[in-house]
């Protein structure tokens, strides 16, 4: 008996009316349906999250438009294989074919010389590029390829789509509709999976494969039982990429080096993208350490422009060095408390006019009527400081910048009480 292929490729649709999700998209009169029926599409960039569809409607954009097809993976393809692709597209076109789709899955993978190597057939029409992304396309794609695709988000598979997917699947799939399988309770699927359609549908398969259905009906618990077992340690696409990465940056926030680099180990074993780690440690020099360690910053912007040079394995090392330096360093959150106080403020209060004083006066006429009068210059003034107020009347006095309980910022303190007394008194 040949080897049946997964349910969740049994499943694939192949025309958009059995395409699950993204309405925005493919809905009645959206623009890529549009786009589609009028038989004109532009090279274009999915970007999603895992398992909302990209790769599917791709495929089905093809099938739709009668294109010859031609896909690759970034993670296994190189400048030599985007060469071949090329070669076959314009051997299609020169014999009078239709311009083939190049489909390129995750293609923000793919480094600067491999995107442009894309760039000539994009450019002279040999090739329609339809590219997926889990991640920034702003970020990961150049942006001269970038500039010749339409980016499309793809958003999260709602709740009730997914609870049709699996419906769908127990009535039509030939295989699980000789098991009669019912459903009672779909929330640990539903969980289990993360949201991505394919992975729901791997869960369904393997939940389908026990002897346990055949005698009761499918429920969280039993759900839970049969699939715990098969639990990946770390799934970067799934709910513990979320919880792992939460579990990563509170350790470091808490100051314990040992734990901050045992998730980072976690990750690196899950095939985790290093920058996007890097990312996150950049966001964590800010927000968690601040004025405390000014080098954080430095450090955390260098080890991000290190890895998006170098890539896995030797981004681990840099990766480490910054992780238990950041977890070593004094915290601080009061320039991330700074701005959200300063934000409520704006949302509180409006609009408020820039004082007269510090508004510039390009013109005799705004000189004549008050802008820039009595503005003190304060490099003319000993130590570069003179008192006076910069924020709006409505407002005067108002301190939003109170720096934290650390060595570094207690000298700040010092400073702005010094120079300030009336709002740093305390």
Not at 38 to 45: L, R
Request: aromatic fraction near 8%; glycine fraction near 6%.
């Amino acid at each position: 008996m040949a080897t049946l292929p997964p349910l969740a490729e049994r499943m694939r649709p192949r025309s958009l009316d059995s395409y699950i999700g993204q309405k925005h998209l493919v809905g009645p009169n959206a623009v890529l349906r549009n786009a589609i029926s009028n038989k004109n599409i532009p090279s274009m960039i999915f970007w999603g999250p895992p398992g909302v569809g990209k790769t599917t409607l791709a495929f089905i954009i093809s099938n739709s438009l009668h294109r010859p097809f031609f896909s690759l993976s970034a993670i296994n393809s190189g400048v030599k294989d985007i060469r071949d692709v090329i070669d076959k597209a314009q051997a299609v076109q020169i014999s009078g074919g239709e311009q083939p789709i190049l489909f390129i899955d995750e293609i923000h993978r793919f480094s600067k010389s491999q995107q442009d190597s894309l760039l000539g057939a994009v450019e002279k029409g040999l090739v329609t590029l339809i590219g997926a992304t889990t991640e920034n396309p702003s970020f990961e794609v150049i942006s001269a390829l970038l500039s010749r695709c339409q980016v499309y988000i793809l958003k999260p598979i709602e709740k009730e789509d997914l609870i049709q997917l699996v419906d769908t699947a127990i009535q039509e799939d030939e295989v699980l509709k000789s098991k009669n399988i019912q459903i009672k309770e779909y929330e640990a699927l539903l969980r289990l999976s993360g949201g991505d359609a394919r992975k729901l549908l791997n869960l369904l398969e393997l939940v389908s494969n026990s002897e346990e259905i055949q005698s009761k009906a499918v429920d969280n618990e039993l759900v839970l039982k049969l699939v715990q077992q098969n639990l990946a340690l770390y799934d970067k696409s799934g709910e513990q990429h979320y919880d792992i990465i939460s579990a990563f940056i509170k350790s470091i926030r808490g100051s314990d080096p040992n734990a901050g680099v045992y998730w980072l180990a976690r990750m690196i074993e899950g095939g985790e993208d290093p920058k996007f780690i890097a990312r996150r440690l950049l966001i964590l020099a800010s927000e968690d350490i601040g004025n405390a360690n000014p080098n954080a910053l430095l450090l955390a912007n260098n080890c991000f422009q290190a890895v998006s040079v170098i890539g896995w394995p030797e981004s681990r090392i840099i990766l480490s060095q910054t992780v238990t330096y950041l977890a070593s360093s004094a915290k601080s959150n009061a320039a991330y408390e700074a701005v959200n106080d300063a934000q409520a403020l704006v949302r509180r209060t409006g609009d408020l006019p820039v004082p007269l004083h510090l508004r510039n006066a390009p013109t005799k006429l705004m000189e004549n009527i008050g802008y820039g009068k009595d503005y003190k210059y304060s490099h003319s003034y000993t130590g570069n400081f003179i008192e006076q107020e910069f924020l709006p009347e409505q407002i005067s006095g108002t301190k939003l910048y109170d720096p934290g309980d650390n060595q570094s910022e207690n000298k700040l303190r010092e400073k702005l009480r010094a120079n300030w007394k009336g709002k740093y008194k305390y």
